[in-house]
């Protein structure tokens, strides 16, 4: 009963697409939108952000940063306050000038009257200077190795922004690359459309294909500004400078590694700025205890006194005067009976075991990260190896001959659409590993001291 109206249905849907089919077929001004070279969609962003020649490379942002940023220049003026701290040390103890003068005139013998003059000088035995000046002499030493470590700090977040950029430079470059063949792919198709020789159903994909490809380089794009932004703020770039690199993820170098993580670990050892600043650290706290004890022993003072007094006295004859002079010399030994500065010393002693513990534990945290360093970097250049010799090559041959086979219509749009992904998901895999290996590289120049990448110590 209901067959008749269902097999008129099926017929009248089977015309209007035959219709549809030839009028796509007969229509030659077909709209071709990815063709208008004045579309901002379809320029190229790459030489906004990349230009071999005039870019600016890592060197020369981690020397303006080191430069111009305002915490690096603030925090090394701590060095000065240091040795100003040393001549403070250095600075021997002042003496002490005691005036007296004595008058009988108010208790009825005006003519007595007695003038004292004395001085006293404060003796530093026990090693008191040589202490004080040793602990100002670390203290330099100690902040000279701070501004190191916030230098290495700074050059680490500079190569870690610096990686994110270069991945996604690398990431656009590609994503473009793709992005052009699909263009050129569509204007294939468009031509075979306007032929009547496909369905328009496969431009469609294919411009489908094509904005997600925009999409892509779109979030790369806004990637790749934040990393500038952050290079801009490390380095004191103005945010309104606009500045290019000047090399890519496969062009990039950092100085060379050790070739054992033994030969790393030792060198971090004797280099890190960390590991250096808890090293001092330890000696600071002995030599403040030095002090301490020092300080906690008898102490000196010398002193003389100039006096010449003049008394008067009454006799049933005539009365008459006497003068007389003194010259006195004399010591006063302070007596540390009762405050030996035992709270002092044991909070020094408390203290040198903190200093310690902090240095034994940040040594094992500096051999942890060179171990994981060099695990990354050795999987990621096996990584990096595999997808350039293996994987990759073969997409891309894959790819290419798709498209070969679609353009003689052998295929259809979505196989060469699958197998262009394909290549698109190869290429970023390789973006990764190569990403990785330099972030794994620049965390082991980091994590050795970063003393290639750091300007000579003045």
Do not use: C, W
Not at 32 to 47: I, M
Not at 152 to 180: H, K, P
Not at 256 to 262: C, F, G, V
Not at 276 to 304: D, H, M, Y
């Amino acid at each position: 009963m209901f067959r008749i109206p269902l097999i008129f249905l099926i017929l009248v849907s089977a015309v209007y697409a035959q219709d549809s089919y030839v009028a796509a077929r007969n229509d030659k001004n077909i709209a071709e939108p990815l063709k208008d070279a004045t579309n901002p969609a379809t320029r190229p962003v790459l030489s906004k952000y990349y230009d071999p020649q005039d870019g600016v490379s890592l060197r020369d942002l981690i020397n303006k940063a080191l430069e111009s940023n305002q915490e690096i220049v603030a925090a090394r003026l701590e060095i000065d306050k240091a040795r100003a701290r040393l001549l403070q040390a250095g600075l021997r103890p002042n003496p002490t000038l005691d005036v007296e003068q004595t008058t009988g005139r108010f208790t009825g013998s005006p003519g007595d009257r007695a003038l004292s003059v004395g001085v006293s000088l404060p003796i530093e035995i026990y090693g008191r200077r040589s202490s004080r000046i040793d602990l100002a002499r670390i203290g330099i030493e100690a902040s000279e190795a701070d501004i190191r470590n916030r230098e290495r700090v700074l050059v680490a977040n500079i190569l870690t922004n610096y990686a994110q950029a270069l991945g996604a430079l690398r990431e656009l470059e590609v994503t473009e690359r793709l992005l052009d063949l699909d263009l050129e792919t569509t204007r294939v198709v468009q031509i075979r459309v306007n032929e009547g020789e496909v369905p328009p159903l496969e431009l469609n994909l294919l411009q489908a294909e094509v904005e997600r490809l925009r999409a892509r380089r779109q979030l790369t794009e806004g990637k790749l500004q934040a990393a500038y932004t952050q290079l801009k703020l490390l380095a004191s770039i103005p945010y309104e400078e606009s500045f290019r690199l000047g090399e890519q993820m496969t062009s990039a170098s950092l100085p060379a590694l050790p070739i054992t993580t033994e030969a790393a670990i030792d060198i971090a050892m004797r280099t890190r700025p960390d590991v250096r600043l808890a090293q001092i650290e330890e000696q600071l706290a002995v030599a403040g205890l030095r002090l301490i004890r020092a300080e906690s022993r008898p102490s000196l003072v010398a002193n003389t006194r100039y006096s010449q007094d003049r008394a008067t006295y009454d006799s049933a004859a005539v009365p008459f005067a006497e003068r007389g002079r003194s010259l006195t010399f004399g010591v006063s030994v302070g007596l540390p009976v009762f405050n030996k500065n035992q709270g002092a010393m044991a909070e020094a002693a408390i203290a040198i075991n903190q200093a310690r513990s902090r240095r034994e534990f940040g040594e094992r945290v500096v051999r942890s990260e060179i171990i994981a360093a060099f695990q990354r970097y050795e999987a990621a250049s096996r990584a990096v190896a595999t997808l350039e010799t293996l994987a990759l090559p073969r997409t891309t041959a894959n790819v290419e001959t798709f498209r070969r086979v679609y353009e003689l219509g052998e295929i259809k749009i979505t196989d060469l659409i699958t197998e262009q992904r394909r290549l698109l998901d190869a290429t970023r895999d390789l973006t990764e590993a190569l990403g990785e290996r330099y972030r794994a590289q620049a965390d082991l120049n980091i994590a050795i001291g970063g003393a290639a990448l750091l300007p000579e110590p003045k």
